[in-house]
Nanobody
């Protein structure tokens, strides 16, 4: 079992930045692919970014590419999402997820989910 706790959400003006953190329990964090997903009001949950177990592989949704950066610190059992140049359309609840697979970029491949942290970007 892996428990995930997100933090760092909040209200920010368009063009601003936020850094989300996701702290994971357990001793096997370094073997998990970690992902960030988001769900805006009235919309389905969508993939934002993922990072492989060692941090060497990353992927981003086209809508956030070059604005968001995913990273992880396996010594701290934490994954981060640095969000820059935020736009109102980035407003959503952001979820951290863990997959025991070497790579996972769809929600169905993630076994563990956090409760989410809300990000609101005002125009």
């Amino acid at each position: 079992q892996v428990q995930l706790v997100e933090s760092g959400g909040g209200l920010v003006q368009a063009g601003g930045s936020l850094r989300l953190s996701c702290a994971a329990s357990g001793r096997t964090f370094s073997t998990y692919t970690m992902g960030w997903f988001r769900q805006a009001p009235g919309k389905e949950r969508e993939f934002v970014s993922a990072i492989g177990p060692s941090g060497g592989t990353t992927r981003y949704a086209a809508s956030v590419n070059r604005r968001f950066t995913i990273s992880r610190d396996n010594a701290k059992n934490t994954v981060y999402l640095q969000m820059n140049s935020l736009k109102p359309e980035d407003t959503a609840v952001y979820y951290c997820a863990a997959s025991p697979r070497d790579w996972a970029n769809t929600a169905q491949l993630y076994d563990f989910w956090g409760q989410g942290t809300r990000v609101t970007v005002s125009s």
